[in-house]
């Protein structure tokens, strides 16, 4: 696959924290990593994997020590390059909502990004509305102090934020953590949408394995701070042994599904979602009548 297919590149970065003292860490090594355009990618792995790390040099909140980061097609450290328009197209939404947040009200904190984007104060409403319905955020609570918001709202605040903006590459890191099970799929499954309706860029890093396999089309997954392997989420899923020998896990389906195949109900190593391994089972059934 060639550059001209990715929205943006990691080309062999590079990152330590507490360079040169004792606390010295490698959060990134060597990484060189393509994101498809106009499809939703997970970046997985366990704590420490430089996950985080990674996410925020898409939007030059942090710099590789060495390497390229590449944003359509251009290196976003160049120095005829403005980060300020970076980062309206490259939209992150941070882990701890909390630290996104910081006007006084709701509806000044969302507007902010498209405000100084430039957008006329007469649209600038209309995307706030629309990005606090699009976030499932109650337009009663545009007037409040974020900080009087609970986690979840603050969550919901700062992807609304994010997506007034309207930016060409989402990133969003832990999406769902603070929301109950109806609030994930809520969230999540709007942004799947959102992402098909529009061709948008979509990058997620979570610890749900159910959540990746749900909605992600292709996963890459680190494991101290070094990308061990990138490709579609049927794929990744299959290697279950690998995927637990670096701390991670699989679907609670897939499990089921490795269960089935000792008791010869075999539906494939590749099932990683319930519907899917519904929709394979109902197969097997129909193949067997089909016998009859």
């Avoid at 939209?91 to 509806?107: A, C, H, K």
């Avoid at 629309?130 to 609970?150: N, R, V």
């Avoid at 942004?191 to 089309?217: F, L, P, W």
Wanted: charged share 25%.
């Amino acid at each position: 696959m060639t550059g001209n297919n990715f929205a943006a590149e990691f080309r062999a970065v590079n990152y330590t924290y507490n360079k040169g003292i004792a606390y010295e860490k490698h959060a990134v090594a060597d990484v060189s990593l393509g994101i498809e355009r106009g499809r939703v990618t997970g970046i997985i792995g366990s704590t420490g994997s430089g996950k985080s790390t990674l996410i925020k040099m898409l939007n030059g909140l942090v710099k590789p020590d060495d390497g390229e980061v590449i944003v359509d097609g251009v290196n976003i450290w160049d120095k005829k390059v403005k980060m300020r328009d970076v980062r309206f197209k490259v939209g992150l939404v941070m882990q701890y909502p909390e630290y996104q947040l910081f006007d006084e009200t709701v509806e000044g904190d969302i507007a902010f990004g498209p405000r100084n984007m430039g957008v006329s104060e007469g649209e600038l409403h209309e995307r706030v509305v629309e990005a606090a319905g699009f976030s499932g955020l109650d337009t009663a609570l545009l007037s409040k102090s974020p900080f009087d918001l609970s986690g979840g709202q603050k969550r919901r605040a700062a992807l609304a934020g994010v997506m007034a903006m309207r930016p060409s590459i989402l990133v969003l890191d832990e999406p769902a953590a603070g929301l109950d099970p109806s609030g994930r799929n809520e969230i999540l499954g709007r942004i799947k949408s959102y992402q098909r309706e529009n061709g948008n860029t979509v990058v997620i890093v979570s610890h749900s394995m159910e959540d990746v396999a749900k909605y992600c089309d292709r996963l890459a997954v680190l494991s101290e701070g070094r990308l061990v392997a990138c490709d579609t989420t049927e794929n990744i899923f299959t290697e279950g042994e690998k995927l637990q020998s670096i701390g991670l896990d699989v679907p609670e389906i897939t499990k089921v599904a490795d269960e089935l195949e000792k008791l010869g109900v075999g539906v494939g190593r590749d099932v990683y979602t319930v519907k899917y391994a519904a929709e394979k089972l109902i197969e097997k059934y129909a193949l067997g009548k089909g016998r009859e």
